[in-house]
């Protein structure tokens, strides 16, 4: 028999009304993941991580449209001119995006990342492999539709690598995905500079392959220090 209080039908003693209706909300408001999310859920072995990899702020389709646009503008800039504009556009595009793809107060998911049982710093690993790669493999195709040379094409990458790194420790260390764009951008276009002043050509910091080293050594430097600032804290798990 149930119960009255208050004149209101309390319902069984035995049955907890208020879990009961949870569930029941549960089940309303559920979100069914879409094939990417369920294909990165398989692929990643945890659910939580592919649903924070398919919320990467630079991975929405809006985002993506943007990057597509830009790298179109440089292979109709480098089919006009000849100067090889996708090649020098890509490290900073990449590097917006890795930037974004750590945003506190920006990223739908930065909530559910902090409570998870993966740390940050995977979370960070996942989504910047995933947003370096995609971004390499666009600018690889808009290279190859512009018709430069190979070691052109090819020769962004290392220049990529070190600004990605660069825009990701400034992100990091800030807590500001704004300051990261910021970095990034500016180092890159301090580079490009530095480069034109010293030989007179802009392609030097895409050609030279001394450069490659310290490229290299950009990247990792910077890695180290956005590993340490997404570290976990001493006496927490």
């Known amino acids: 028999m149930s119960e009255t209080v208050n004149g209101t039908d309390a319902g069984p003693p035995d049955v907890d009304l208020g879990r009961v209706w949870l569930g029941v909300a549960t089940q309303v408001w559920r979100r069914q993941p879409r094939w990417t999310e369920r294909a990165a859920g398989r692929l990643l072995g945890s659910p939580g991580l592919a649903r924070a990899l398919v919320t990467t702020p630079s991975l929405l389709l809006g985002w993506l449209i943007a990057t597509v646009v830009v790298l179109i503008a440089g292979v109709l800039a480098t089919l006009g001119t000849g100067t090889p504009y996708v090649a020098l556009l890509a490290p900073a595009v990449a590097a917006a995006g890795i930037a974004y793809a750590y945003g506190p107060g ?7 990342s902090r409570s998870m049982a993966v740390s940050d710093r995977m979370v960070l690993l996942v989504r ?8 390499a493999a666009l600018g690889l195709a808009a290279s190859a539709g512009s018709g430069v040379a190979a070691a052109v094409t090819f020769g962004w990458l290392m220049p990529m690598t070190a600004t990605c ?56 430097g910077c890695a180290a220090i956005a590993a340490y600032a997404t570290r976990i804290p001493r006496g927490t798990s």
Do not use: C, H, K, M
């Not at 920006?106 to 559910?112: G, N, S």
């Not at 910047?128 to 971004?135: D, E, K, S, T």
């Not at 301090?190 to 950009?218: C, F, H, M, N």
């Open 106 to 112: 920006l990223d739908p998911a930065w909530e559910l």
């Open 128 to 135: 910047a492999l995933a947003v370096f790669g995609l971004n």
């Open 165 to 220: 790194g660069l825009a990701l420790a400034a992100a990091t260390l800030a807590r500001s995905a704004n300051v990261g764009v910021a970095a990034g951008a500016a180092g890159w276009a301090i580079t490009v500079l530095a480069g034109q002043v010293v030989t007179g050509r802009l392609t030097i910091v895409i050609t030279d392959s001394s450069l490659v080293l310290p490229y290299l050594a950009v990247a990792a």
